[in-house]
């Protein structure tokens, strides 16, 4: 059973930093592309950033210049590096896993695996 465990959310002062976590299991994922999603309240889901096996990384506009995403790829496991947080960064915030082939939108393609989320408050 495959399984996305996030981790790292809390609640932060704008300008502080946070990193989350998401650890993943139950099978393998070599080709894989991995990315963090957020929703806020009344909102609809954002796309944040994606990294592909290789080390390949794309950021929303939205973030870029804030954020920074990785992986480890024995460990299976994705990192979001947050700083500069801002009121509007509040949200719940989500892993997901496209396995190979990957579809060629970073935010639009299916991925086959979800994560619980992990929530983020930015106070000001």
């Given amino acids: 059973q495959v399984q996305l465990v996030e981790s790292g959310g809390g609640l932060v ?5 946070l990193r989350l976590s998401c650890a993943a299991s139950g099978r393998t994922f070599g080709g894989s592309r991995m ?7 009344g909102k609809e889901r954002e796309f944040v950033a994606a990294i592909w ?8 506009d939205s973030v ?3 954020f920074a995403i990785s992986r480890d790829n024995a460990k299976n496991t994705v ?3 947050m ?4 009121p509007e960064d ?6 997901a896993v496209g396995l190979p082939p990957v ?6 393609s299916p991925y086959d695996y979800w994560g619980q989320g992990t929530q983020v408050t930015v106070s000001s």
């Fill in 13 to 17: 002062q704008a300008g502080g930093s």
């Fill in 35 to 41: 990315a963090w999603f957020r929703r806020a309240p």
């Fill in 53 to 60: 096996w290789n080390g390949g990384t794309y950021h929303g």
């Fill in 64 to 66: 870029k210049g804030r």
């Fill in 79 to 81: 990192y979001l590096q």
């Fill in 83 to 86: 700083n500069s947080l801002k």
């Fill in 90 to 95: 509040t949200a719940v915030y989500y892993c």
């Fill in 103 to 108: 579809g060629t939108s970073v935010s639009n």
